[in-house]
């Protein structure tokens, strides 16, 4: 089985209904939870963690900052918010240093990672080798793969490489749009993977509505037979 974890994003950015989103998963067999450093105040984004966690999930935080100082005040901002974990970033110099001493699961890119929405590049034994590297960091724990959203890779084939090489969970992030994907991923060996924007446009089984969708991809992640999107 492979973990799914429900982004309560758009377009790479919060989206800004996310604690009524959550309110319609009440009750739901969803354990993860996430959302981006963009799109929303640390006072929201801690209010949404406070709802999750009285839903007995655990929440991601993902960073997509694009310069070292708004990745820096992400990090720290973490803390403040209260998540599980903290994906993404480029500086994982920086989030090991600002994430020290405190219980969260720190798995930050691997690769070349450019621009926003974020680019993965790079040749597939490049990006193992430094999934390789950081995961042999003290304080980081796994590696947040952009698999999708590499432009050349055969995505199947670099994860596959990543999953060999990292000592920790890979999180295959962005742009999972179908239930071929998802069967892609668990084949490699993903930990886990995560939709956002294809939910809130609809494009999933399941819907119109986002908890009909997410039931149809926790359905997925666990093996059941599903109608394809």
Request: some cysteine; charged content about 20%; proline content about 4%.
């Amino acid at each position: 089985m492979i973990n799914f974890v429900f982004m309560l994003t758009k377009d790479d950015a919060t989206v800004p209904d996310a604690l009524e989103v959550l309110d319609g998963l009440r009750g739901s067999s969803l354990r993860y939870v996430g959302f981006k450093d963009v799109g929303a105040t640390v006072e929201r984004l801690t209010a949404v963690a406070a709802k999750a966690h009285d839903l007995e999930m655990e929440v991601m935080l993902e960073v997509v900052s694009t310069s070292v100082e708004d990745e820096r005040r992400s990090l720290e901002a973490a803390a403040e918010i209260g998540v599980d974990w903290v994906l993404g970033g480029t500086h994982p110099e920086i989030g090991t240093a600002v994430l020290a001493g405190r219980t969260v699961h720190y798995c930050p890119f691997p690769g070349t990672v450019v621009g926003h929405p974020s680019v993965l590049e790079g040749e597939t034994s490049e990006i193992a080798e430094d999934a390789r590297r950081l995961t042999a960091t003290a304080g980081i724990d796994g590696v947040d793969l952009l698999a999708y959203r590499h432009p050349e890779a055969d995505v199947e084939r670099l994860v596959a490489a990543v999953v060999a090489a990292a000592d920790g969970p890979v999180i295959a992030a962005g742009s999972v749009a179908g239930f071929g994907q998802i069967e892609a991923l668990e084949r490699a060996g993903a930990w886990g993977f995560t939709i956002g924007s294809a939910i809130f446009e609809g494009k999933l089984p399941g819907g119109p509505g986002v908890p009909g969708q997410v039931a149809a991809v926790l359905a997925a992640a666990q093996g059941e037979t599903v109608a394809s999107a």
